[in-house]
């Protein structure tokens, strides 16, 4: 279920590269090893069925992707938004059940937590676009009540998640989808997602493990 299409040869494409990993059973990684994140990584949160499961009990249904997938979450490292250019520090982009899309959380957020992260290739991403891409979103899908697909996180229909134009930025995504949408708009265009998007439950392993063409992107702004 969480295989990309894998319709790109890998001579003719790009994956992401994992660049660093942390198990929360370690303790809180240091400082230095939160700096090195920048705009465009993915950041793919795991925990064990153990672990998932002592949150199930208590009713906290958001973890049940932990349970099933091999990631629960993803998120994608963007430009601080709040700030009008792209120099701001990384903050995480990020969309849950019951929440807007939001960008409150900064490195600090990573410390209690065990994950992988994913970065494309060097100047693959254009950490400008994907800013602009970080302050519409937050405006399009403000809406708590309505901001998270639950129609695409089952795997119905997909919000759109190729924006190529401000105005194709959604009002609601799931959090795999809002990645795909945010490295699509800044030039990296992953292959991951099959039949456009219809009857397809879009995984964040399956959007961390999918390929972009050669070529897709611009240089990485900084």
Not at 122 to 151: I, M, N, P, Q, W
Not at 167 to 178: N, P, Q, R, V, W
Request: hydrophobic letters at 40%.
């Amino acid at each position: 279920m969480e295989r990309p299409p894998h319709r790109l040869p890998s001579s003719k494409s790009a994956a992401m590269e994992v660049v660093m990993t942390h198990d929360a059973a370690a303790g809180a990684p240091d400082r230095a090893t939160l700096e090195r994140l920048q705009a465009g990584d993915v950041v793919a949160f795991h925990m064990s069925h153990r672990e998932a499961w002592s949150y199930l009990r208590k009713a906290k249904i958001q973890k049940l992707p932990y349970d099933l997938c091999r990631f629960g979450h993803i998120a994608l490292v963007v430009p601080d938004p709040d700030r009008t250019d792209a120099a701001g520090g990384p903050k995480l982009l990020q969309v849950a059940m019951k929440q807007a899309v939001n960008a409150d959380e900064g490195l600090d957020y990573l410390k209690d937590k065990s994950w992988f992260v994913y970065r494309p290739p060097e100047g693959s991403v254009d950490a400008a676009k994907l800013h602009d891409f970080s302050r519409r979103v937050l405006v399009t899908a403000s809406d708590k009540k309505k901001a998270y697909d639950y129609s695409g996180a089952i795997g119905l229909v997909n919000a759109p998640w190729q924006p190529a134009h401000p105005d194709e930025i959604g009002s609601e995504y799931s959090c795999a989808t809002l990645v795909v949408a945010g490295l699509h708009y800044a030039g990296f265009s992953l292959d991951a997602v099959h039949r456009k998007g219809i009857l397809d439950i879009v995984t964040p392993r399956q959007v961390v493990e999918s390929r972009a063409a050669h070529g897709a992107g611009s240089t990485r702004t900084r």
